[in-house]
C-alpha cells in the first residue's frame, strides 16, 4: 500500500510541475529521445524550452497547445523541460525562459523563434519553415524563414545612435561614462519593446553628446537583468554619471518624451556655470551667443569696492548660476565703465553700480534689475524672467557694441597710482612769491 501510496505522490509531482500532458499536441522531449525525434526525424519541430517555475511559460501554454493542434501533421511541436534537463538547455545556448528554436531545413543550426508569442504567430513561422525546406528539398531558391522578417524582430538595440549593452561590457560602458545613461532592458519577441524601437532610436539621435541611450538584451544577458531586479519589459532605468545605483525612469514613450526627461536629468548633473569677466569680444559672443539668455553684472570700480566687497558679489553669482544652471544661460561680468559701449547699449550708466542686465542676443532684448542688486533681489528678478514676466528693451543699434580688451582682474584690492616725486631743486622761486 504504501509503495501505491508513493507512486501516486510522484506522479502527482509530475503532474505539478510539467506544463504539458500527454493528452496534448505537444511532444515532451528528453535527451533520451530528442536526436531520434527531431535530429534525425524528419519534418520541421518547432522546440520550446522552458521552466515549470517560469511565469511566461506558464502564459505561453493555451496559446502553443492551440498551435500544436493546429499544426498536427504538418508541422510538429515539442516542449523540453531544460530546468530538468539540463544538457539540452546548454547544447543549444538556452539562457532565459522560454527559449524557442525552431529546426528545420539544416538541424544542427536550429534558427530563434522571435516571433509573436501566441498561436497565429507559431503557426505563420512554422509554415513558413515547412515552406523552406520543401524549397530546399526541390533544390530551389529558399524562401523566408522560421523565425520572421528582420524588419518585424528588429530590437531596440539596431537604431545607429543606441548602444548595444551587453554582460560583457555593461559596467565598463555605464559606469564609466561621465555623461547619464538610460538603458532599455528587453525581450526580442515583446510587443511594446518592438513599438519603442523607432522612438528610442529617434530619442539616441536627438540626445547624442549629452545623454547616452543603451539596449540590454535581458533574455541573452540575465544576470544584468537580475541585478537591477527587472521583471517585465521594456524595463527603462537612468544611470547618472558615474553611478551603479539606477533609478526608475517615469516619463512617456514617445521620442520628445524621453528627450525631455533625459534632458531634465542632464541639467540635474551639470556643473554650476563660470562666471566669466567680460575681456573680449569672445566672451560676450560665448555667454550670450551660445546660450538662451546671458546675465551681466557691472560691478562697482575696484577702488569702490575692494577684494572683499567684489568677491562677496561673485559669491552671490556663483550660487544663483548653480540654482539657475537648468536654465542653461551664459554669465558674465564687467568693472564699471571698462566696457562704456556695452553700458551704453544696455542704459546701464544711469542706475550706478552694481548693476544688472539680462539680454537674450537672440531677440536683441534685455531686461535690467531694479531692485536690490542682494541675493534675495537678484533671485526674484531671475525668478520672474524665468516665468516670462519682466520688462524687456531693445539693445540700442540692434547687435552686441564691440568690446574693449581689458586685462582680467588679478584678485587683488585696488591701489591708486603712485604719486610723482617732483624736483624743486632747479626752480629759483622770488621771495615775494612765497
Known amino acids: 500500500m504504501a509503495r501505491v501510496d508513493l507512486f501516486l505522490l510522484l506522479a502527482l509531482v509530475t503532474q505539478t510541475w510539467a506544463l504539458y500532458s500527454s493528452g496534448d499536441a505537444v511532444v515532451d522531449l528528453t535527451p533520451a529521445n530528442f536526436d531520434k525525434q527531431v535530429i534525425n526525424g524528419d519534418g520541421v519541430w518547432i522546440v520550446e524550452f522552458y521552466a515549470p517555475w517560469c511565469g511566461h511559460c506558464k502564459n505561453l501554454v493555451p ?76 533544390g530551389g531558391k529558399s524562401s523566408g524563414g522560421g523565425g520572421g522578417s528582420k524588419n518585424a524582430n528588429a530590437g531596440p538595440g539596431e537604431g545607429k545612435d543606441v548602444v548595444e549593452l551587453t554582460e560583457a561590457n555593461f559596467k565598463k560602458k555605464v559606469f564609466n561614462s561621465d555623461k547619464g545613461w ?10 511594446h519593446c518592438k513599438s519603442l524601437a ?4 529617434d530619442a539616441a539621435s536627438q540626445l547624442k553628446g549629452k545623454m547616452n541611450l543603451g539596449a540590454l538584451d535581458a533574455t541573452q544577458h ?48 551639470v556643473s554650476p556655470p563660470e562666471i566669466k569677466q567680460i575681456l573680449s569680444d569672445a566672451d560676450v559672443e560665448e555667454g550670450c551667443g551660445e546660450h538662451p539668455l546671458c546675465v551681466i553684472a557691472f560691478l562697482p570700480h575696484i577702488l569702490d569696492c575692494q577684494a572683499s566687497c567684489r568677491n562677496a558679489f561673485l559669491e552671490d553669482l556663483r550660487k544663483l548660476g548653480d540654482k539657475y544652471k537648468k536654465k542653461s544661460w551664459g554669465w558674465l561680468w564687467s568693472e564699471a565703465v571698462a566696457q562704456p559701449d556695452l553700458e551704453a547699449s544696455v542704459d546701464v550708466g544711469g542706475f550706478g553700480y552694481p548693476a544688472m542686465v539680462v539680454v537674450s542676443q537672440k531677440k536683441m532684448k534685455y531686461s535690467i534689475l531694479t531692485g536690490s542688486f542682494g541675493f534675495d533681489g537678484i533671485n526674484e528678478f531671475l525668478r520672474d524672467l524665468s516665468y516670462g514676466k519682466g ?29 610723482e616725486d617732483l624736483d624743486l631743486s632747479d626752480v629759483d622761486l622770488d621771495k615775494d612769491e612765497l
Open 63 to 138: 496559446e502553443y497547445k492551440k498551435a500544436a493542434k493546429a499544426l498536427k501533421g504538418v508541422v510538429k511541436v515539442g516542449a523540453v523541460n531544460a530546468d530538468e534537463h539540463k544538457s539540452l538547455g546548454g547544447q543549444y545556448g538556452v539562457q532565459g525562459f522560454p527559449t524557442i528554436k525552431i529546426f528545420g531545413a539544416n538541424k544542427k543550426k536550429p534558427e530563434d523563434y522571435n516571433g509573436n508569442r501566441n498561436a497565429q504567430g507559431f503557426v505563420d513561422a512554422g509554415l513558413a519553415a515547412a515552406k523552406k525546406l520543401v524549397n530546399a528539398q526541390l
Open 182 to 191: 538610460l538603458v532599455e532592458f528587453y525581450a526580442p519577441w515583446c510587443g
Open 198 to 201: 523607432g522612438p528610442w532610436a
Open 222 to 269: 540575465q544576470s544584468v537583468a537580475q541585478e537591477y531586479g527587472v521583471q517585465g519589459y521594456p524595463t527603462i532605468k537612468y544611470f547618472a554619471p558615474g553611478s551603479s545605483e539606477p533609478e526608475e525612469y517615469n516619463g512617456g514613450r514617445t521620442a520628445s518624451d524621453i528627450v525631455a526627461w533625459a534632458e531634465e536629468k542632464a541639467a540635474e548633473n
Open 391 to 419: 520688462r524687456t528693451n531693445p539693445v540700442r543699434g540692434a547687435q552686441m557694441p564691440k568690446i574693449s580688451k581689458v586685462d582680467a582682474w588679478d584678485g587683488k584690492d585696488g591701489e591708486l597710482p603712485a604719486e
